[in-house]
């Protein structure tokens, strides 16, 4: 491994990019909701942390929201046809 930096260096930094990108999302989520967890199940442990992260995506996007300035615009009567695709709309 020691010389799979030096010869491997595009790769050795996409993988390493990856694994960053991970642990900040890991760190965030435990700095936000703290790390530990209550349920007593597997299965309802696991629903507990998935829960968790979707709760780091939805503070993520109203974050992005505020900053970005974007309006938010429901569906008009007209649009009930394609209630799928929720037009956005930024301001000035």
Excluded at 27 to 40: E, G
Excluded at 73 to 85: I, L, S
Aim: net charge positive; hydrophobic share 35%.
């Amino acid at each position: 491994m020691f010389f799979y930096y030096p010869f491997q260096r595009e790769e050795f930094r996409k993988h390493y990019h990856q694994r960053s990108n991970a642990e900040s999302t890991f760190s965030m989520v435990k700095a936000k909701f703290w790390d530990h967890v209550r349920s007593q199940t597997d299965v309802a442990l696991k629903k507990e942390v998935l829960t968790k992260f979707l709760c780091h995506n939805i503070v993520g996007v109203h974050q992005s929201h505020v900053e970005l300035g974007i309006e938010p615009v429901f569906w008009q009567k007209e649009q009930a046809e394609r209630p799928d695709v929720l037009p956005l709309v930024q301001p000035g």
